[in-house]
């Protein structure tokens, strides 16, 4: 395995300072942080640069909050400056690295991945009915918490040798328990930190429909057995290996008699439908006509077969008409071929023989006339 070295220079650099403070601003302008670092944004730059040369940054207190989408998760939030700029300056750098050693299985977090395109590889997975006919699904106790540090510090270890650079690693993970839900860095170490599992699935034990969203797990199989089995190969070597443990309301079913509720949607092999949650709150949404979060429901529910949901939340747009454009290439073809088999039937002389028979019969009994 190659391990990279002399990344530190090129992290604390002046130019990749700034580049990772532009990135770290965006969206973000009217943030107080950001209004207070801008004032002194040049010099400001420059002092980052100076403590992390000379080794003396050291992360800011956490500020905490709750969020509830759709359970309670701990927020953590780090100051604009230093920290946040010093995690984008990082990451610029990294994030390559990180990138190519994940599998693409894994969709949280990643650029060019996300919600959308876990959704379109389930789909296209689900094509196979047959070999997709039992789903795993399973997530972890408390995951972000839970990720060890010298798990997580030696991991780096085998994949960076620069000392500056794990220095700095190591000053960020120790700065909180677990690794803090928010932190810009957390959820790359999050996936690195599962990267050793999902080549495991799919390498050692040959998991053919494999799907990880952060730690949210599906494994779609033929057979309900080889299920059960990977699922206790999975809680040992998460234990051992990780440190981690399955949640106890882990599932193995059929997908045709409760479908897969993963990424917001619930799949199923002919169709796919916006999980009930969501579906309340896109509702709620559109009671209040704020175009912002309307386009934002959109988004979602463009992704499912929604035409009827559509025109029972929002009635009076147009927007519903919208062809719904959500089911696989394979369905699409079978429904066309379907259609194009009834009408060369319908026109076959066998069949309008039989259908002048029948007029003439009902002819017969008609006394109307």
């Not at 300072?17 to 943030?31: C, E, I, N, P």
């Not at 106790?141 to 780096?156: C, E, G, R």
């Not at 709150?281 to 463009?302: C, D, E, L, Q």
Request: hydrophobic share 35%; with cysteine.
């Amino acid at each position: 395995m190659k391990r990279y070295n002399n990344l530190y220079s090129e992290i604390i650099s002046i130019d990749n300072l700034k580049l990772a403070d532009v990135r770290a601003q965006k969206g973000k302008s009217k943030q107080k942080g950001v209004i207070i670092h801008n004032r002194n944004k040049e010099s400001n730059i420059l002092k980052l640069h100076e403590i992390l040369k000379n080794k003396e940054y050291k992360t800011s207190e956490y500020s905490t909050f709750k969020v509830y989408e759709p359970k309670e998760r701990i927020v953590s939030k780090l100051q604009f400056f230093p920290d946040r700029i010093a995690h984008h300056a990082i990451m610029n750098v990294l994030e390559p690295i990180f990138t190519k050693l994940f599998t693409t299985d894994t969709y949280s977090s990643i650029k060019g991945k996300g919600i959308h395109s876990a959704t379109k590889a389930v789909k296209k997975a689900l094509a196979d009915v047959p070999g997709t006919t039992y789903c795993l699904k399973l997530d972890i106790t408390k995951f972000y918490p839970s990720i060890d540090h010298q798990t997580l510090k030696n991991q780096l270890r085998r994949k960076f040798k620069d000392p500056d650079l794990l220095w700095l690693l190591d000053e960020i993970i120790d700065s909180a328990e677990g690794i803090p839900i928010g932190n810009y860095l957390s959820q790359y170490f999050a996936n690195f930190y599962l990267t050793g599992f999902d080549h495991w699935i799919k390498e050692t034990k040959r998991v053919k429909y494999y799907f990880r969203y952060a730690d949210d797990i599906v494994i779609l199989s033929s057979n309900k057995t080889d299920l059960h089995t990977i699922l206790s190969d999975i809680r040992e070597y998460l234990s051992d290996k990780l440190k981690l443990q399955i949640k106890g309301n882990y599932q193995v079913f059929p997908v045709e008699k409760r479908g897969i509720d993963f990424v917001g949607y619930v799949f199923y092999h002919t169709h796919v439908r916006l999980r009930k949650s969501i579906k309340k709150r896109a509702a709620k949404s559109f009671t209040k006509n704020n175009k912002a979060v309307k386009a934002a429901y959109m988004g979602w529910i463009k992704h499912c077969n929604s035409n009827h949901l559509l025109k029972k939340i929002n009635p009076n747009d147009q927007v519903f008409r919208f062809r719904n454009k959500t089911k696989s290439p394979t369905l699409r073809r079978q429904k066309h071929k379907d259609r194009r088999d009834t009408e060369r039937r319908d026109k076959s002389p066998v069949v309008q023989s039989r259908a002048i028979q029948k007029e003439s019969q009902l002819r017969l009994f008609d006394f109307t006339n």
